[in-house]
């Protein structure tokens, strides 16, 4: 059974920093490209983030504050986010396709996490 687990979502103020996880079970990691993406209240999902074994791709919005890394053999796929701000309050949600490239497009991605929620506020 597929499963992604995320973690590590919480209440940071401005400047602050947080690692989130994504835990994936029932398939071989390295085979799959893994996406962040969040959604805000009233917004529509956006990916922040993406990598395979082909690249790592950010979004504009969190280039140079943000990094994706993958652990293969434990299965977990990191997002380290530093230098948060309020608009970065969301639910942050990853998702893995079986491509060696990643996808703006949401419906893309066969398989989603429950998420987690990051909140920025002092």
């Known amino acids: 059974q597929v499963q992604l687990v995320e973690s590590g979502g919480d209440l940071v103020q401005p400047g602050g920093s947080l690692r989130l996880s994504c835990a994936a079970s029932g398939f071989v990691l390295d085979s799959y490209a893994i996406g962040w993406f969040r959604q805000a209240p009233g917004k529509e999902r956006e990916r922040v983030s993406c990598i395979s074994d082909r690249r790592t791709i950010y979004a504009d919005s969190v280039k140079g504050r943000f990094t994706i890394s993958r652990d293969n053999a434990k299965k977990i796929v990191y997002l380290q986010m530093s230098s948060l701000r309020p608009e970065d309050t969301a639910v942050y949600y990853c998702?893995?396709?079986?491509?060696?490239?990643?996808?703006?497009?949401?419906?893309?991605?066969?398989?989603w996490g429950q998420g987690t929620q990051v909140t920025v506020s002092s």
């Open positions: 998702s893995a396709v079986r491509s060696r490239w990643c996808y703006d497009d949401p419906t893309a991605y066969d398989y």
